[in-house]
């Protein structure tokens, strides 16, 4: 099985790159790698760069770059057998976070826009499957566990390997 990760050198994104190269074949995607989502072209080459893989983990949040990356590549597995982990946040749901703060609220909106989008794709086509996971509040042991997990059940069920 093959992974990708966006965002592989920092936080959890370098924790699960780390964890699931001992396991699996990991490929990773991060500006200090010379792969920035905010550009078109880069996020055109994480795209062609991922035709062989089963799961992508859709770590980096950069403005809504995290919904472009998302969506470009779920156009190109169109009907394919692969799953979309998107990493969010408690926060696109807590009415609460960030009042009174312009970039908190930046933030959760940016946040909830993966959320709806990763419900409109998923609700519209049945392949490539997505999955949504909210952080831990930064419990990168727990995170590491969780999307061990999924990665784990999506391997067994579905590619039944």
């Known amino acids: 099985m093959k992974i990708a990760i966006s965002g592989h050198t920092k936080g959890l994104g370098k924790i699960l790159y780390e964890n699931f190269s001992s396991k699996y074949e990991t490929i990773g995607f991060s500006r ?6 905010k550009s078109p072209f880069d996020r055109k080459d994480i795209v062609k760069q991922c035709k062989d ?6 770590n980096v949040h950069n403005y809504y770059h995290q919904s472009d990356i998302l969506f470009e590549l779920h156009k190109a597995w169109s009907g394919q057998k692969r799953l979309i982990i998107n990493i969010g946040s408690k926060a ?16 959760r ?20 499957h997505i999955k ?6 930064i ?5 590491r566990n969780n999307l061990n997990n999924i990665v784990e059940i999506y391997e067994r069920k579905i590619l039944k390997k």
Do not use: C
């Not at 200090?32 to 989502?37: L, N, P, S, V, Y």
């Not at 009415?95 to 930046?106: A, M, S, T, V």
């Not at 949504?132 to 509040?137: D, L, T």
């Open 132 to 137: 949504a996971y909210e952080i831990q509040e």
């Open 32 to 37: 200090t790698t010379g792969h920035d989502i």
């Open 53 to 58: 893989i089963d799961i992508f983990i859709n």
């Open 139 to 143: 419990n990168f042991e727990v995170d």
């Open 92 to 107: 696109a749901n807590d009415p609460e976070f960030g009042k009174g703060d312009y970039g908190l609220i930046e933030y």
């Open 109 to 128: 909106t940016q946040k909830k826009n993966v959320l709806t989008m990763t419900e409109n794709l998923q609700n519209s086509f049945e392949w490539p």
